[in-house]
């Protein structure tokens, strides 16, 4: 066997894909039949980012300013996404999440938790505990990565 770190990386790369897989189809699931997947993405990148703009959105998206700009025009008509000045840079526009924006969102992902509890109900407390805590420890390494 080769080092520890060789095989932790080649399992975390066998099995994280199929775990955010699992996590996306619960997601969206969960959203609603009347928002599409790319307006379900758009509010989900919104809330975890709040006060974005449009540039960071077609990023995120991997569109064009103005397909983002479309997409985020037909959010602010259903009243899930406000559109504002930035209190920093008037020249700036800002994007935030209305209430019923955030609930779709927190609503989806509520379902999702519940189906990867109902998964992981079958390991132990001591497995779970091992998992969080690795959690934990990877979370610092990955998290606002290139930022």
Known sequence: MGKPIDACVHELMD????????????MRRGRGSDISIPQFR???????????????L????????????????????QKLVIRQESAADRRRITLDLTQTGASIVNSARAN???SLA?????????ELKIIHEAMKLLRPIFVHQGK
């Open 118 to 126: 109902k998964k992981m109900d079958r390991l132990s407390d001591d």
């Open 58 to 77: 077609a990023e995120h998206l991997e569109l064009t300013l103005p397909s983002v700009s479309k997409l985020v025009d037909g959010l602010v008509k």
């Open 15 to 26: 099995t994280a894909p199929q775990i955010l897989q699992s996590i996306r189809v619960e």
């Open 42 to 56: 758009t509010l989900a990148f919104i809330q975890r980012n709040p006060d974005s703009s449009l540039s960071n």
């Open 112 to 114: 999702a938790q519940a």
